[in-house]
């Protein structure tokens, strides 16, 4: 019925496609503290665990990795910001919004997924909130447009994909 349409009438299209931006930054923004918090919990397991006279945390690759994931999660967090800056200012942000959002379902991916092979067997118990994670954030590498469709869309804005004619 016409009382439930929202908007002028054949524009639900163009509706969705203008609210993607704001769907890919929010998705990139709402990863950031999560992802902070994975690798805290691994922080703090790891200076726990003992194994071999010393605890996970003494391994200077587990350091490594870890402040590697983290200095992951600010560019994420510098990219997000200054899209999300522009956004509000009333600029185009198709590039930025879907770089972010591409780097964040990664992050969803690669942090969990690193931090609970540092937790071993506890990692993957239902009530770890790491193992939590791993399952849940890969939903951020699907909704608003899944990894392949941010590469697709970057690969036009760079002029080395065709767009389709017309």
Known sequence: PQRYRIGAEGQGFIYQMQQF???RLWCAASTLESLNHCIQWTI???????????????QQWVQFKLAELKTEVEALRALTYRACDLYVNGQDVLELASMAKLKAGRLNREVPDTCLQFWGGMGYTLENKVSRMYRDGRLASIGGGADEVMLGILAKLMGIAKRPAH
């Open 21 to 23: 931006q704001e769907e």
């Open 44 to 58: 703090d397991y790891a200076q726990e665990r003992k194994l071999f006279g010393s605890t996970l945390a003494d």
